[in-house]
């Protein structure tokens, strides 16, 4: 399957989140140019170019990039990637660094969403997570977004240290009032390596409590869903028309592009991942060698597991036999005793000719994935 | 060949870690039997598990030729393990010699062991040179330590010798006294064979590897030979001493200290303790001294998927054959399938035989927590022998519950000797006496349950003496008891696995920590698990594990979908190896938390 949708990966941002494990350099501005030309010794091998619906910018932040470096950016990617009619154009921003001059650029080049990273309206919690932005850039950001008809996704995170369900509940309130096109929440992970899982081991910060999380992840649910958003996947919500297709290829076991350090591909069943350091990546392209760290290749078994899988993840879930036609495998015998266990339990159910999470199993859901995966 | 007169059989004994090994080095270096550059540290502690664990499991013997006074002489040493697990080896080794060099540290000083072997060193009437050893240490206490050995051992301070095994400060005076004090073999070299069989191990390609030590005659090369308790014969195919490696040689002599083998493929056949004779010869003379090893300590082992009940068969067989004191029977559990039980000498020794099981196999293990044997007489006058908590018969069958009683030393400074004696009563130890080394280290022996001992009394014992306190004890037989059976109930269902043997008085406290400790174990389900610990069907003590309510990854974009995929993959692994009990999954290490001492004091 020929793919038609790529993501880039820009791995810049003025400063590193305390929560952040991304694959990016922060500060080191002086990376730009020779991650611009290891990027497009990178894209040199799509010969000839390769026509998408999606195309992906995602960081770090891509924003970061001053006009003149992203106006580059794009020409490169674009000779590569050039857009089918009607393609859906992300680019991720930092409300600290989103300006007139770097909007411009993006909507000369035809991005038709911008995806910023709010987090939050609180100036105390932004400050907790160790963000460099205040709550008036989300909302200057937003104007200016609206401005260029870009729609507007915001991400959101819930359960930061300290952080109280009222506080959430406002922070949604916020939200809905720039009447944005799309939200992603995320409940704040310590993920080893960062600055917060050292501060949590020496009990500096204290992550929540289930019961608090999972008061919040319901209380989003049901705040964005009664705003009209569809809940189309565990994290993220959209008002009619309005999702992010080209996640959805992920979710949907399409296939795609990926260039830049740590970037993921998956093509013909076979997934690579590049070089995770921005600095061995640069190396490594410009000295003529391969910027891919891992590769795997997929049977037709286990990629169907994992298409059920990130499926699942879908509130829709799946059609069933769109499944059959697509993998070879019938979903209910592919998932055998544990999915008719679990659909017994009334953590999944099959209606019509779907078969999709409940709302009792989609909050306990990462204990029913091992069941349908095989190692 | 030398006669008699120009040999001396010695074994070095002491408490674990004095320093046997490492003078045993020094001995191979200046016989000049290893050259130096050829000499690694603790030679003789050869297998892959001593080096990795820095202590001699295994006795090694090892010829030496050395010239004194102008005269030729033979000295066979006998490296010994320090560990009471390995006791029996020690005492196999004392007889085949004349003498034994007792080490004693000379900043730890008199240990329990020390005291253990030297009493078994006496038992064998051997030659006792006493050393003190590691002289050259900063904080070295010679002269309290040598009062320490005159005062509870009774040696003669001037018999003490000063020797660093590090250095090898001392070794020359040392050779010179072994020679001097310890008594040449008698025997003689032309009276029929008689060589008593002292050890043994299992060689890949030769088969059994017979280790002796020849009473009287001489072994030829080529010669039929008896063993006469197995009354099978065979040939001595090949003869020699080690040195330390093996070194053939065409006949032994009465005194000597030598292996032999024949073709024998299963060391099952070789008997410790055994006399090899001429084929005519029948009468096998008594060898004494022998104790057949003792298994102290029974556990369950498992595979951990049900499948691989023959794999470990054959791992635990091969095993076996290198460890004749270690044994197994089939078993088996509703809870954990097809496994064995497995006796061992101690817990050492189980944790031993556990890392070459899963370093020679890779077989994955669910362990049993291990338990003492005990005996039950029934109410129809039948003496059962118990190794498995569910093998106890019902309440109403118990005439007498007998558990194992054990006379323990413990060695120690005086100032602890207060909270180690509340450690004894509190595990309703019966005092026997004290005993001062020193004006500042005692010896206080008590009378322990067994179970209580290898329960926690050794971790108990180091941190309450930081340390500085041993401890070693030997059978004193069985004795009844007030114990009960506990079971583990897990959502209303027992957990045959899990059951222990205890005192009734210390159920309550001990159902408490077990059900406390598996609620950390068992991870949340999607329903709510209940964990009981139950007498009979008096529950003792609960915990609840509420259902899981929450359990869900937000983020999964295109980077991370493999990551995710695998993550979840290697779960349902984890999963699959879990024990599953009423749809309970159980992880393996769950099944020894019925260990758990709680942090609560008793
Ligand atoms: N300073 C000093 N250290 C020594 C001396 N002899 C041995 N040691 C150290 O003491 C430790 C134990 O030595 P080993 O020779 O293994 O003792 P062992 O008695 O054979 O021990 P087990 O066989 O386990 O009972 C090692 O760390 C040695 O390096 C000595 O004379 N002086
Ligand atoms: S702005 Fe985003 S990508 Fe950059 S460090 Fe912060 S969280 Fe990470
Ligand atoms: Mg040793």
Redesign the pocket.
């Known amino acids: 399957m020929v793919p038609r949708a790529a993501y880039v990966h820009v791995p810049f941002?003025?400063?590193?989140?305390g929560?952040?494990n991304?694959t990016?350099v922060?500060g080191r501005d002086d990376l730009i140019e020779p991650y611009l030309a290891a990027l497009q010794r990178e894209l040199s091998v799509i010969d000839p170019p390769c026509e998408v619906d999606t195309l992906f910018f995602g960081?770090?932040?891509p924003t970061q990039l001053p006009p003149e470096q992203l106006t580059r950016l794009f020409e490169l990617v674009l000779a590569r990637f050039p857009l089918a009619a009607g393609a859906e154009v992300s680019v991720?921003a930092?409300p600290a660094d989103v300006d007139a001059a770097r909007l411009d650029v993006l909507s000369h080049f035809g991005v038709t969403r911008l995806s910023i990273?709010a987090q939050s309206f609180d100036a105390a919690k932004l400050a907790t997570l160790d963000?460099?932005h205040v709550p008036a850039d989300i909302v200057r950001a937003v104007e200016l977004a609206r401005g260029r008809k870009l729609a507007v996704s915001l991400d959101l995170i819930f359960a930061a240290p300290g952080e109280t369900l009222a506080g959430w509940q406002a922070d949604l309130v916020a939200a809905l009032a720039l009447a944005p096109d799309h939200i992603s929440t995320y409940g704040l992970t310590f993920e080893q390596g960062t600055q917060f899982y050292g501060r949590r081991a020496r009990g500096e910060l204290r992550s929540a409590d289930d019961e608090l999380e999972l008061a919040m992840y319901v209380a989003a649910i049901e705040r964005l869903t009664a705003a009209g958003f569809e809940h189309y996947e565990v994290s993220n919500f959209a008002r009619p028309g309005c999702r992010c297709r080209h996640n959805e290829v992920y979710w949907t076991g399409g296939s795609f592009h990926a260039v830049g350090p740590g970037a993921a591909r998956y093509i013909d069943g076979r997934r690579e991942v590049n070089h995770r350091s921005t600095i061995n990546y640069i190396r490594r392209v410009l000295d003529g060698e391969s910027a891919v760290a891992e590769v795997e290749q997929l049977g037709p078994e286990d990629a169907a597991r994992e298409r059920l899988v990130f499926g699942l993840r879908r509130l829709e879930g799946i059609d069933l036999a769109e499944f059959h036609r697509q993998t070879g495998f019938d979903a209910e015998s592919l998932g055998g005793a544990e999915l008719a266990h679990h659909i017994a339990g009334q953590r999944l159910v099959i209606e019509g000719n779907r078969l999709r999470l409940t709302r009792e199993g989609l909050l306990v859901s990462d204990a029913i994935w091992p069941d349908l995966l095989r190692e | 060949m030398p006669d008699c007169l120009h040999i001396r059989n010695f074994s070095i004994i002491a408490h674990i870690d004095h320093g046997k090994s490492t003078l045993a080095d020094r001995f191979l270096e200046h016989t000049g039997t290893v050259q130096q550059r050829e000499m690694g540290e603790q030679m003789l502690d050869d297998m892959a598990l001593e080096r990795q664990r820095g202590i001699t499991i295994k006795a090694r013997a090892v010829a030496m030729n050395y010239t004194h006074a102008g005269q030729e002489f033979e000295l066979n040493l006998i490296d010994t393990p320090g560990h009471v697990d390995f006791h029996y080896e020690v005492s196999r080794s004392l007889a085949c010699c004349e003498g034994a060099v007792l080490l004693v540290d000379a900043f730890q000083g008199v240990e329990a062991q020390t005291v253990a072997n030297f009493y078994a060193a006496m038992q064998h009437n051997l030659m006792i040179v006493p050393v003190l050893n590691k002289v050259d240490l900063m904080h070295a206490r010679p002269d309290e330590v040598i009062r320490e050995m005159e005062q509870s051992l009774g040696i003669d301070p001037d018999d003490v010798l000063r020797v660093s095994g590090k250095t090898g400060l001392g070794i020359e005076d040392l050779i010179a006294a072994i020679i001097k004090r310890v008594p040449p073999p008698k025997g003689d070299p032309l009276a029929p064979l008689q060589a008593m069989v002292f050890d043994s191990h299992y060689d890949d390609y030769r088969g059994a590897i017979t280790y002796m030590r020849l009473m009287n005659g001489t072994l030829r090369k080529g010669q039929k030979v008896k063993f006469l308790r197995s009354g099978r014969s065979h040939e001595a195919l090949e003869l020699g001493q080690f040195v330390p490696q093996r070194k053939p040689c065409d006949l032994l002599q009465a005194g000597q200290v030598g292996y032999l083998i024949c073709n024998i493929k299963e060391l099952g056949q070789v008997h410790i303790g055994d006399t090899v004779g001429v084929p005519s010869s029948t009468v096998a003379d008594a060898v004494p001294g022998y104790q057949a090893p003792k298994r102290m300590v029974y556990c369950g082992l498992y595979p951990s998927d049900g499948q691989n009940f023959d794999e470990l068969r054959d791992a635990l067989t091969k095993l076996s054959i290198n460890d004749p004191s270690f044994e197994f029977e089939p078993e088996s559990s509703d809870a954990l399938g097809f496994g064995f039980r497995c006796g061992f000498l101690g817990l050492l020794h189980m944790e031993i035989i556990q890392q070459r099981l899963e370093g020679e196999s890779d077989l994955d293990l669910v362990q049993t927590a291990p338990n003492v044997t005990y005996h039950v007489r029934t109410t129809n006058g039948e003496l059962l022998e118990i190794h498995n908590p569910q093998k106890v018969p019902e309440a109403g069958f118990i005439d007498e519950f007998l558990q194992p009683v054990v006379r323990v030393n413990f060695v120690l400074p005086v100032e602890v000797i207060g909270p180690v004696m509340k450690l004894c009563t509190d595990r309703r130890g019966v005092y026997v006496r004290t005993e001062y080394l020193s004006p500042t280290r005692a010896m206080l022996v008590y009378d322990l349950a067994l179970a209580e001992v290898i329960y926690d009394m050794h971790d108990k014992l180091k941190s309450v003496t930081r340390g500085y306190g041993t401890m070693d004890y030997e059978l004193l037989g069985y004795y009844p008891a007030d114990l009960v059976r506990m079971d583990i109930l897990v959502n209303g269902q027992k957990v045959d696995a899990l059951s222990i043997i205890c005192d009734r008085r210390d159920a309550e406290f001990r159902g408490r920590a077990v059900v406390k400790k598996l609620k950390q174990e068992i991870s949340r389900h999607m329903f709510e698990v209940a964990l009981q610990a139950a007498i009979g069907s008096r529950v003792v003590a609960r915990e609840t594990i509420s259902a899981m309510r929450k359990n869900v990854t937000a983020k999964c974009y295109g980077g991370d979908i493999t990551r995710k995929r695998k993550l979840w993959a290697k779960q349902r692994e984890g999963k699959k190896r879990m024990k599953s009990i009423g749809s309970v999954d159980i992880p393996q290490k769950a099944f020894l938390a019925v260990l758990e001492t709680g942090t609560e004091n008793k």
């Open positions: 941002c003025a400063h590193r989140c929560y952040c991304f990016l922060a960081g770090g932040t991720e930092n990273g963000r460099n």
